[in-house]
Nanobody, 122 residues
Framework: QVQLEESGGGLVQAGGSLRLSCAASGRTFSNYAMGWFRQAPGKAREFVASISRGGGSAEYADSVKGRFTISRDNDKNTLYLHMNSLKPEDTAVYYC???????????????WGQGTQVTVSS
């Protein structure tokens, strides 16, 4: 299986930017479509963005479309989430996950990282 580790979270003011990274090890990274999810306290885990195995296709939640960009570097076994124009409602623990195909539902993902906290202050 593939092991995933997120990094890059932190505290940022509203309107600021962050870049999250997800380092993969184990099985071949390029065999997996990848996704980002987030979970705020007291809320269900929600889809943020996903990207196909080769990086040619991506999907975004409406709430982040135009502000977040998902990308991957298969040579470096790393997934990224570039987050711009951050809002307080973006505050959550962000998780990366691996799936067989590009998908938007958590249950479609087989492997998960431990998460990284993103806090956006107003």
């Amino acid at each position: 299986q593939v092991q995933l580790e997120e990094s890059g979270g932190g505290l940022v003011q509203a309107g600021g930017s962050l870049r999250l990274s997800c380092a993969a090890s184990g099985r071949t990274f390029s065999n997996y479509a990848m996704g980002w999810f987030r979970q705020a306290p007291g809320k269900a885990r929600e889809f943020v963005a996903s990207i196909s195995r080769g990086g040619g296709s991506a999907e975004y939640a409406d709430s982040v479309k135009g502000r977040f960009t998902i990308s991957r570097d298969n040579d470096k076994n790393t997934l990224y989430l570039h987050m711009n124009s951050l809002k307080p409602e973006d505050t959550a623990v962000y998780y990366c996950a691996a799936a067989r195909f590009i998908a938007t539902m958590p249950r479609q993902y087989e492997h998960w990282g431990q998460g990284t906290q993103v806090t956006v202050s107003s």
